[in-house]
T-cell receptor, first 112, second 117 residues
Framework: GENVEQHPSTLSVQEGDSAVIKCTYS??????FPWYKQELGKRPQLIID?????GEKKDQRIAVTLNKTAKHFSLHITETQPEDSAVYFC???????????FGTGTRLKVLA | DTEVTQTPKHLVMGMTNKKSLKCEQH?????MYWYKQKAKKPPELMFV???????INESVPSRFSPECPNSSLLNLHLHALQPEDSALYLC????????????????FGPGTRLTVL
């Protein structure tokens, strides 16, 4: 079946450094790739997404890149701050389906 | 109104109880989802309703019974649950139904923290 692999499972960075989280998807029909941030006890919150017809998207300190050939997409956070500490999930969705396939999550810790 | 709401926020129930979780959205979204999330794990899809019809049941045990009375409301009826069913139950909605080229942003509710004793 379809799956999304996510790495690393945990990531610790110093405040001000960059963080990169990578995902690989299996379904070549996937065309929508959201990233969610989830703080402890709270709902997953969409922070950025990318569509298959775009290679890169940026929103202030957050960027996502997509390599359709390799079926890879990555989240880049620059100038990390302690409030960026959370669990981040990637997901992939194919057109014509309802299912969002989630990665296993990355626990990001930003050390002050 | 631009959010998904869920009630109750917390629920503690015994294995013989019957309870219901409620989810509402007034954004005109046509697909609504139930997810179960265990600690440190991603959301696990349970059910999807599209245009008020059940479209996906991910082989969920019958002790969980979904209901979609109208386009804004989604319920999850619980009966004879087990302690391992304790989890965060998330509702979500997306604007469109099933379209080949739909890029559907998914909006999550705050969840119901369920504890089964």
């Amino acid at each position: 079946g379809e799956n999304v692999e996510q790495h690393p499972s945990t990531l610790s960075v110093q405040e001000g450094d960059s963080a990169v989280i990578k995902c690989t998807y299996s379904d070549s029909a996937s065309n929508y790739f959201p990233w969610y941030k989830q703080e402890l006890g709270k709902r997953p919150q969409l922070i950025i997404d990318i569509r298959s017809n775009v290679g890169e998207k940026k929103d202030q300190r957050i960027a996502v890149t997509l390599n359709k050939t390799a079926k890879h997409f990555s989240l880049h956070i620059t100038e990390t701050q302690p409030e960026d500490s959370a669990v981040y999930f990637c997901a992939a969705k194919a057109g014509g389906t309802y299912k969002y396939i989630f990665g296993t999550g990355t626990r990001l810790k930003v050390l002050a | 109104d631009t959010e998904v709401t869920q009630t109750p926020k917390h629920l503690v129930m015994g294995m013989t109880n019957k309870k219901s979780l409620k989810c509402e959205q007034h954004m005109g979204h046509r697909a609504m989802y139930w997810y179960k999330q265990k600690a440190k794990k991603p959301p696990e899809l349970m059910f999807v309703y599209s245009y008020e019809k059940l479209s996906i049941n991910e082989s969920v045990p019958s002790r969980f019974s979904p209901e979609c009375p109208n386009s804004s409301l989604l319920n999850l009826h619980l009966h004879a649950l087990q302690p391992e069913d304790s989890a965060l139950y998330l509702c979500a909605s997306t604007p469109k139904g099933l379209l080949l080229n739909s890029y559907n942003e998914q909006f999550f509710g705050p969840g119901t923290r369920l504890t089964v004793l």
